[in-house]
């Protein structure tokens, strides 16, 4: 070997080992002591404000005020190995005694206890990029301490303030999210937020992957201020709308949404008595990459069905909640060839001619069935039409009045399924072992509830 190459061979060993050194060096010195300093003042603040909630000697007691304590060795906090820089604050649920306030004495008990939110203590963990403030019960900021402090936090991804009260700061919250324009998930679930949703407050966030408004009161958008404003959102994956009081008037303006990949509009059930809907769903074939939809409780009616064939991407469907009973229009249903998981559960569904539309769905692997009516008309002709689904591998038929085993026949010639639930009906006569023994993959049978005599 040339012994320059070998010289600069031993010298490029050496840096390296120099590197290895330093970076483990690195990764015991613990956490800046600004942000240490920081997360004491924070603690303080935090004691004071969820009083009588927090006691000083059993809140945070890993946080303590002494030089050899490490911040990154502290509970709810998070460091970068190397840097040592906090980068993830989980501050979720500070209240000892959440859970009997909120979900045993109610909503109004926990609000009763609700406090202000000081931002500008967060100011100093220039390096975060996870924050978790839900379950709370934070009434809203200090005047002139909102989250348009949060401005000069470049690497905040995630922020989660749900099932809080930033609804009584309406006019303000949203606006001043608007400023962290490094945000890729903001969740906003459950915060009596109300009235029309200001969508152009978040055109700035041009990270955003993820809003989640869901259980809120919104109740529509004002013109020209809907969400056709976050077209410009163009990594826009994942929009989270369920339970609020949105209708109609919002479809058109989610056409323009085209990088959405996941859309949930359940629980909105002004949707599912507008007869308009059905026109406008169908404007949302423009959505070619949409992959997960949520109808579920709306009211709507068989009607829908025709307007969602033009989402052809479509991998998971849910239409579980509302008032279908299955019909001639369900055909069309046949062009969602991507789809892969679909729910019907609790609806009205007690004919079985729905069932030759459902399988020529060939790639579904995954039906729910459950809470309909389908130990009436359905005879054996109509379940061996499943034999088709040639990728089925969950069916669950759960809460249906079946009364009796012979349709199992026709089920076990669907010889990909794993999962079948069949608790909670009428079944009688003997254990089905000879009708499900040809289920070869069958790895999980329930059962239960029923009224097998041996």
Same mark, same amino acid.
């Given at each position: ?227 056709? @404003? /976050? =077209? *410009? &959102?163009?990594? !826009?994956?994942?929009?989270? $709308? ?6 109609? +008037? %919002?479809? #058109? ?29 169908? @404007? /949302? =074939? *423009? &959505?070619?990459? !949409?992959?997960?939809?949520? $109808? ?6 068989? +009607? %829908?069905? #025709? ?36 729910? !019907?559960?609790?609806?009205? $569904? ?6 030759? +539309? %459902? ?96």
């Amino acid at each position: 070997m040339n012994m320059g190459v070998f010289q600069y061979y031993f010298s490029m060993k050496a840096l390296l080992w120099v590197l290895v050194i330093f970076v483990q060096t690195r990764e015991y010195m613990g956490c800046l002591e600004e942000e240490r300093v920081g997360l004491l003042h924070l603690k303080s603040f935090l004691i004071i404000s969820i009083q009588p909630h927090t006691y000083s000697d059993y809140f945070l007691p890993s946080w303590i005020d002494h030089e050899k304590s490490d911040c990154c060795g502290w509970e709810r906090v998070k460091c970068n190995s190397t840097t040592g820089h906090v980068i993830e604050l989980s501050l979720d649920n500070l209240m000892q005694n959440y859970y009997d306030l909120y979900f045993y004495y109610g909503r109004e008990n926990y609000e009763e206890h609700s406090w202000l939110l000081n931002v500008s203590l967060l100011e100093s963990f220039k390096e975060l990029r996870s924050l978790d403030l839900s379950f709370n019960a934070i009434d809203g900021c200090i005047p002139d301490e909102g989250f348009e402090k949060l401005s000069t936090l470049k690497n905040l991804e995630i922020l989660n303030l749900g099932y809080n009260f930033f609804g009584h700061d309406n006019s303000h919250i949203v606006q001043s999210l608007g400023a962290i324009t490094s945000l890729k998930t903001l969740n906003l679930t459950k915060n009596k937020l109300e009235g029309y949703f200001p969508a152009q407050e978040l055109v700035t966030l041009r990270n955003l992957n993820t809003l989640d408004i869901s259980s809120n009161s919104y109740k529509g958008t004002l013109p020209n201020q809907g969400f056709e @404003r /976050l =077209a *410009v &959102l163009r990594n !826009l994956e994942t929009l989270i $709308l369920d339970a609020n009081g949105f209708g109609y +008037s %919002i479809i #058109p303006s989610l056409s323009n949404l085209t990088s959405l990949m996941t859309l949930n509009l359940s629980r909105n059930y002004d949707l599912g008595v507008d007869e308009r809907v059905v026109e406008g769903f169908k @404007r /949302l =074939a *423009v &959505l070619r990459n !949409l992959k997960t939809l949520n $109808l579920e409780w709306n009211h709507f009616e068989d +009607s %829908i069905i #025709p307007s969602l064939s033009g989402l052809t991407s479509l991998t998971t469907l849910s239409l579980a909640g509302n008032k279908i009973r299955g019909g001639e229009g369900w055909k069309i249903l046949s062009i969602l060839e991507n789809l892969e998981i679909l729910d !019907l559960s609790h609806n009205y $569904l007690n004919d079985a001619s729905f069932l030759q +539309s %459902i399988a020529a769905i060939k790639s579904l692997k995954n039906l729910n069935l459950a809470w309909n009516d389908l130990g009436g008309s359905f005879g054996t002709k109509g379940w061996k039409m499943l034999s088709s689904l040639e990728n089925l591998e969950i069916l669950d038929l759960s809460k249906n009045f079946l009364n009796n085993t012979s349709f199992l026949q026709s089920i076990a010639t669907v010889k990909s399924l794993k999962t079948l639930n069949l608790q909670y009906n009428e079944l009688t006569g003997s254990f089905p072992t000879k009708e499900l023994a040809n289920l070869s993959n069958l790895e999980v049978l329930i059962l239960g509830v029923n009224h097998f005599g041996g």
